[in-house]
Each structure stands twice: as structure tokens, then as C-alpha cells.
């Protein structure tokens, strides 16, 4: 079936630093989520991108993170400057339309901020 | 403010048996509950989901329960089989009229099946 690739799978930080995390979204989806996820917490909704503006972002999404997928290549999420509470799991996920629609995810990138 | 809840947190069932997991909303506005299962080391993929228009949805061995009145749902798995053991996501989300398609989790059920 349709795949969201995300890269890296993990990647360690030192807080201050930026950090870009690379999605690769079905390609003929048109709307782009990030979801957060604390061990052993809930997936969280971060922010939804759509015709290369944002749609709706969530109290978790800090100034600190941005957006943005230029020329339809890598849909990324940059962090900066990160801190130890940004350690988590990464979900990008995409879908055709908002409703009557499957959101696909990807595997994850797991940030470790050190 | 969890708006979303699960229970159990994990659960263990012999192959055979049936596995129920439950849910429950406090958004009134929500009308589209997807189920989500999770692998290890793979992508969280859509199982099964309901609308309120329905009570009962149901796909194979799996079947959501749901009670609109009291704001929960549960998902039955019957004849569990080992390769059902993964952790499962009832999730929400307010699809007709949303603008986001943001999807709002529960903590999840971690499922093994013993055989």
C-alpha cells in the first residue's frame, strides 16, 4: 500500500542545535500532518500543511518549530533551537482530503535531545 | 485535557479468544473514530473506523461497538490469532466540517495473543 517515509529512524541532538526531520509523503497526498509522541503517551497532533501554508497548529507546536515542503520535494519539520522536552518519537502522516479519508503514517523519527 | 481514553493499557488473551478494547470521548463534535494498529517497528496503519450513523461496524474478526449516548466505543477481536498481538489506537476526529482532518488519540492498548 501507499507509504510515508520518514529519515532518519533516530537521531541525537545536542539542545541548542537545529534539527530537520524529512518526511517523504504519498505522492499524490495534499495534506501533510507531524504528530508527537512521549514514551509511553498518546500521539499528539502538532500541525496540518496544505497548499504550502499551515492549517492548523496545535499549543505544542512551540515557535521554536517550522514547517515546509518547497517544491513538493521532502515535507520537513525543523526544530531550533531544540530542547530536552522536544525528545520524542516523530509521526508524519498525509491524506488526500481531510474527511472521508485514510491518514497514512510514517514509521517514525525518534529525536533524542542530550 | 485528554479528550481521548483507552483501557485497558495492555492486555493478554489466549489464541481463540475474544479481545475487547475500549474507548471513550468527551468531544461531542467528533464523528469519525478510526482504529489505528502498530507493529513494531512499523508505521500505525487504519484497522477499522466508525461513524456515529452506525452502532456496529464490522471487517473480518473485527468489530467496533459503539454508544453515542454515553460517548464510547469498543473494538472486539474475535478468534484472536498471535499476529493480531500489536497496539492499538482508538483515535477521533471531527470529519464532517473539519478543516484540519486532525486526528485525536487515545494512549493505546498493547495486545499480545498467547498460543
Known amino acids: 500500500g501507499p507509504k510515508v517515509l520518514q529519515i532518519p529512524s533516530h537521531q541525537i541532538i545536542d539542545m541548542g542545535q537545529m534539527v530537520t526531520l524529512n518526511c517523504d509523503p504519498v505522492?499524490?497526498?495534499?495534506?501533510f500532518y507531524w504528530y508527537k509522541q512521549i514514551l509511553g503517551q498518546q500521539m499528539e497532533f502538532l500541525v496540518n500543511?496544505?497548499?504550502?501554508?499551515?492549517?492548523?497548529k496545535s499549543k505544542l507546536f512551540k515557535d521554536q518549530f517550522s514547517v515546509e515542503r518547497p517544491d513538493g520535494s521532502y515535507f520537513t519539520l525543523k526544530i531550533q533551537p531544540t530542547a530536552l522536552e522536544d525528545s520524542a518519537v516523530y509521526f508524519c502522516?498525509?491524506?488526500?482530503?481531510?474527511?472521508?479519508?485514510?491518514?497514512?503514517f510514517g514509521k517514525g523519527t525518534r529525536l533524542t535531545v542530550v | 485535557q485528554q479528550q481521548v481514553r483507552q483501557s485497558p493499557q495492555s492486555l493478554t488473551v489466549w489464541e481463540g479468544e475474544t479481545a475487547i478494547l475500549n474507548c471513550s470521548y468527551e468531544?461531542?463534535?467528533?464523528?469519525?473514530f478510526p482504529w489505528y494498529w502498530q507493529f513494531p517497528r512499523e508505521s500505525p496503519a487504519l484497522l477499522i473506523a466508525?461513524?456515529?450513523?452506525?452502532n456496529k461496524k464490522e471487517d473480518g474478526r473485527f468489530t467496533i461497538f459503539f454508544n453515542k449516548r454515553e460517548k464510547k466505543l469498543s473494538l472486539h477481536i474475535t478468534d484472536s490469532q498471535p499476529g493480531d498481538s500489536a497496539t492499538y489506537f482508538c483515535?477521533?476526529?471531527?470529519?464532517?466540517?473539519?478543516?484540519?482532518?486532525?486526528?485525536?488519540f487515545g494512549e493505546g492498548t498493547q495486545v499480545t495473543v498467547i498460543s
Open positions: 500543511f496544505y497548499n504550502g501554508k499551515v492549517m492548523e
Open positions: 466508525i461513524r456515529p450513523v452506525s
Open positions: 502522516a498525509s491524506s488526500l482530503r481531510t474527511t472521508n479519508t485514510e491518514v497514512f
Open positions: 468531544d461531542s463534535t467528533f464523528d469519525y
Open positions: 505522492s499524490n497526498h495534499l495534506y
Open positions: 483515535a477521533a476526529s471531527e470529519d464532517t466540517g473539519g478543516l484540519s482532518g486532525k486526528l485525536t
